[in-house]
């Protein structure tokens, strides 16, 4: 096993073995930990603090539940180059990525570790992701900054492509034609697409699911028949 993989894997063995106790992760800063848990849909206990157990009563959906939107869209409709392809450590998969994403965050969040502390867990993490896949080295963004290093991480752990990375990164605006092609495709599919994609991705997906020449391929058309489309999280 690769040796980020190993401190990865042991850190996230940390939590599950201390994830019930009442006294673990209780944060001292209730309104910056209560940010991070409505992200989740989790809340946060209704007391604007967390503890160990509110996490372990949450445990299916923060370590369990493995969400890749654009990867199941792509298996639900047959279509293709909607999600990124990436190469993980080895003796790590997406779920971990993830996992250790929230873990770090959570840390930082409740005073556990310091917020340079978790700039350095997440940057270690880019590094070796992007030694791994230079896609993600045209990605722009601050290195110094736990919140875009973070992104990066889930965006990658997710099966998102840069594109779409890049998009939440920058914190792109839709326009009035990005809002229409978006209620064109939703439209028929009959539900949420199930991320927000860049205006890249949802190019590609309003082209594939529209052909104007080359029919489009028979999981595209039993898909969107069928209104199979993608709940999002929470």
Known sequence: ????????????????????????????????????????????????????????????????????????????????????????PEGLTPKDLQNYSLLTRLSAGTGMISEAQATGRLDEVVAALSGRNPQLETLKYDRNNAGALNAVVNGVASGFNTSDIQCYLDGASQDASYTQTLGKVQGKLGKSLGWVPSAETLKNVETQMFPTTAPAGPGVKAAVSSGAGLPRKG
């Open 1 to 88: 096993m690769d040796e980020l993989a190993s401190e990865i894997k042991g850190r996230l063995q940390e939590c599950r073995d201390n994830i019930g106790r009442p006294d673990y992760m209780q944060s001292p800063k209730p309104n910056l930990i209560s940010r991070f848990m409505n992200s989740l849909g989790l809340g946060s206990g209704g007391s604007g603090r967390i503890s160990g157990q509110y996490l372990a009563e949450n445990k299916a959906q923060l370590f369990d539940d493995c969400w890749q939107p654009a990867v199941q869209f792509e298996k639900q409709t047959g279509m293709k180059g909607i999600a990124g392809q990436y190469n993980l």
